[in-house]
């Protein structure tokens, strides 16, 4: 069987494609910096609005008393309790790198620690 016949244009433009090599020209030595932004991971969401809205509630039901809404008022301050917990937690964890990713604050002691060498460049 014989091979197909391509069109002569297609040849061409095979070959210049095979010599074009791109370049690049860097304005700064690719190294790493030796620190990072130091930004929030991230903001996380709002905590205990329901808990915190409920002894509103009840204080506006009850023109402001305390003794009304104290069943409300254990409510919201036990879930502020178990938040920041949970807060503690998960900073414990992210200091010990156990979540995966490591915090800006801790990847800059590292980096501070471990500097890169420009002496190569």
């Known amino acids: 069987m014989a091979a197909p016949v391509y ?3 297609l040849g ?10 791109p370049t690049m020209c860097p304005t700064r030595p690719l190294v790493l ?4 932004a130091n930004c929030r991971l991230h903001l996380g969401e709002a905590m205990c609005t329901t808990e915190m809205s409920l002894p509103m509630a009840c204080w506006k039901q009850n023109e402001f008393s305390d003794a009304a809404c104290a069943k409300e008022i254990q409510t919201f301050y036990d879930c502020v309790a178990k938040t ?3 807060h503690k937690e998960r900073l414990k964890q992210e200091s010990l790198g156990q979540m995966g990713n490591l915090s800006p604050k801790t ?9 890169n060498s420009t002496d190569d460049f």
């Open 7 to 9: 069109p002569a244009w």
């Open 12 to 21: 061409r433009l095979a070959t210049r494609q095979q010599r074009w090599v």
């Open 33 to 36: 910096a030796n620190q990072v």
């Open 84 to 86: 920041d917990a949970e």
């Open 107 to 115: 990847v800059n002691k590292l980096l501070r620690r471990f500097p």
